[in-house]
């Protein structure tokens, strides 16, 4: 593998940091543009870098964290990361946060958020009452187009229904759906443009800082925080995020924030109490006998919290920074 690199460069009197790592390959511009223009400033970075890795954090992570004002609970302190391979500059029209967000939800707090594979059960779920649902099917086939444009029409029956197509983003416009989620590897390749223009909102994966900077950078109509425990639903690298670094995220970010990964009955409570918009559950809904039972029964339970508890409740409190979420092997 070769070796991580960072080099400064400069862009229209602005400083910035590349980073190019077998897992990133970007530019990170902070929120003072002379701050990398100095040796005194290159060397506080190299010295808070090295401190973050000694905390743990990977190498991308501990760039991101080095290059904070000096506010962890705000996210205008961190840099603007801009991919290498967007090829834009971030002082421009069209880059950085700047750029137009994405339309917000219809409804920001949803509550369970239901992920389905096929057409039955996205009907079965709509049909009991979910306003936000995703439809993920990740074996492509011939019927592809015919099965997102079936889901776009089915969900649009329902009025109160945000229904997301994950992954195919142009059968997604070309269908008019509501929105569309993309993970991480797919913002690079995806054409984010046409997806604005078309109107569509956008959803977003992350689990680590520069995932989250990143995603930040788009203006999306929300941010999906995960895996919060061990799922079964895919293989990742990823290190459970837990509670707490549920809680820092809802704090730090301006979007709905959905919890995902590993959720269940016995967490739903507590990922409410963070403040979450949502929570993403599978295999609690998709594995029972009756599935509409079970995400009624699910979303009453987030419901019960809003009466009993309050929104947001938790959101007085001051989280600490999330804690790493990947091991360098």
């Not at 060397?43 to 905390?55: L, T």
Request: glycine share 8%.
């Amino acid at each position: 593998m070769t070796p991580p690199t960072l080099s400064f460069s400069q862009t229209n009197g602005a400083w910035f940091l590349r980073i190019n790592t077998g897992l990133l390959n970007a530019d990170l511009f902070p929120t003072s543009p002379t701050e990398l223009g100095s040796p005194a400033g290159r060397e506080r970075f190299h010295s808070a870098h090295q401190q973050w890795q000694d905390r743990g954090y990977v190498f991308e992570d501990a760039a991101v964290l080095a290059l904070n004002s000096g506010d962890l609970l705000s996210i205008d302190q961190f840099p603007t990361l801009i991919d290498q391979c967007v090829n834009r500059d971030p002082g421009q029209p069209g880059a950085g946060p700047g750029l137009a967000p994405f339309p917000e939800l219809r409804n920001p707090r949803p509550g369970v958020y239901p992920i389905v594979d096929n057409l039955e059960d996205l009907h079965t779920l709509l049909e009991a009452g979910a306003e936000i649902i995703q439809l993920r099917i990740k074996v492509e086939s011939r019927a592809l187009r015919h099965v997102v444009s079936e889901a776009v029409e089915l969900a649009k029956a329902y009025r109160k229904s945000q229904c997301f197509i994950n992954d195919y983003w142009q059968l997604a416009i070309e269908a008019g759906a509501y929105g569309v989620h993309l993970g991480q590897e797919d913002l690079l390749t995806a054409d984010l443009d046409a997806i604005a223009r078309a109107g569509l909102r956008l959803g977003v994966s992350s689990h680590c800082f520069w995932e989250v900077i990143r995603a930040h950078t788009l203006r999306p109509s929300y941010i999906a925080c995960g895996p919060l425990f061990p799922t079964r639903a895919k293989v990742m690298p990823w290190r459970a995020q837990g509670i707490d670094n549920l809680r820092y995220w809802v704090r730090l970010l301006p979007y709905p924030i959905i919890g995902i990964g590993g959720v269940n009955r016995e967490n739903l409570s507590d990922i409410h109490a963070t403040g979450a918009s949502a929570a993403s559950i599978i295999q609690a809904i998709v594995s029972a006998a009756d599935r509409g039972a079970a995400f009624r029964a699910l979303q009453h339970q987030w419901d019960q919290c809003d009466t009993e508890n309050g929104r947001a409740t938790t959101l007085m409190d001051t989280p600490t920074v999330a804690r790493p979420t990947l091991s360098r092997v």
